[in-house]
């Protein structure tokens, strides 16, 4: 029986290696224990004391603003504007506003108050438990 050459040898020892990597493509490297994948996490935004009432806040962080247009009814819509994609700057006078090019939503439906934003805020959901606001 001939031995194999030095060449055959790494030639197998390089397939090896691929082999494994492609093994590993495209799985997670560390999924959330007790998560399901593709399944967003419940995130805390904070209290509902302070979302003042007639305006709101925006999580920027979590890309969201919640409204409370009346007192006790909470609201959440994304906080990027459907213009070209800037976050939203501030909440007021019923409004919420993005300072790239001034397109204004109302705080009730997201809806377009004032161009040149094409579309509303999309909705976000969210849950309040006593007094804690989560993205859910
Ligand atoms: S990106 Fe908001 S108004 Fe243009």
Known sequence: MAEPSRRTVITAAAGLVTLT???KY????????????GAPANTVLGKTEDIPVGGGVIFAANRIVVTQPVKGTFKAFSSICTHLSCPVATVAHGTINCDCHGSKYA????SVVRGPAPRPLPPKQ???????????
Not at 26 to 37: A, I, M, R, V
Not at 126 to 136: A, F, L, M, Q, Y
């Open 21 to 23: 990597g492609c093994a």
């Open 26 to 37: 495209g799985e997670p490297t560390n999924p959330s224990p007790g998560t399901p994948q």
């Open 126 to 136: 969210i849950t309040i438990t006593g007094d804690s606001i989560t993205e859910t």
């Open 107 to 110: 705080i009730t439906d997201g």
